[in-house]
């Protein structure tokens, strides 16, 4: 199994990004989707959450409003669009792929918000 994602970088506050996740080796769409991010010296927080079907999807509240967590189960991917970027954003970005029972993680994205 692998969850391989893209799309972070260095991004103004105010800016948007696009991150993705490319999953390969697993029954994509009968596992529910996550956006964690951790930042230095803070634990791993759930962002984004999004059901097998995409029909129950939930945020963090500090970025309700501003991310769109979504997936296409023909194309075994899953995104976050971010917008309106703040510095507090700034973390590594994972996803995460969660069965009943086994649940696979990425490397991660890094997203810096700075000007």
């Known amino acids: 199994v692998q969850l391989v994602e893209s799309g972070g970088g260095l991004v103004q506050p105010g800016g948007s990004l696009r991150l993705s996740c490319a999953a390969s080796?697993?029954?994509?769409?009968?596992?529910?989707m996550r956006w964690y991010r951790q930042a230095p010296g803070k634990e791993r927080e759930l962002v984004a959450d999004?059901?097998?079907?995409?029909?129950?999807?939930n945020y963090e509240d500090s970025v309700k409003g501003r991310f769109t967590i979504s997936r296409d189960n023909a194309k075994n991917m899953v995104y976050l669009q971010m917008n309106n970027l703040k510095p507090e954003d700034t973390a590594v970005y994972l996803c995460?792929?969660?069965?009943?029972?086994?649940?696979?993680w990425g490397q991660g994205t890094q997203v810096t918000v700075s000007s």
């Open positions: 995460n792929a969660r069965g009943a029972v086994t649940g696979y």
């Open positions: 080796g697993l029954t994509f769409s009968a596992y529910r």
């Open positions: 999004i059901s097998s079907d995409g029909s129950s999807i």
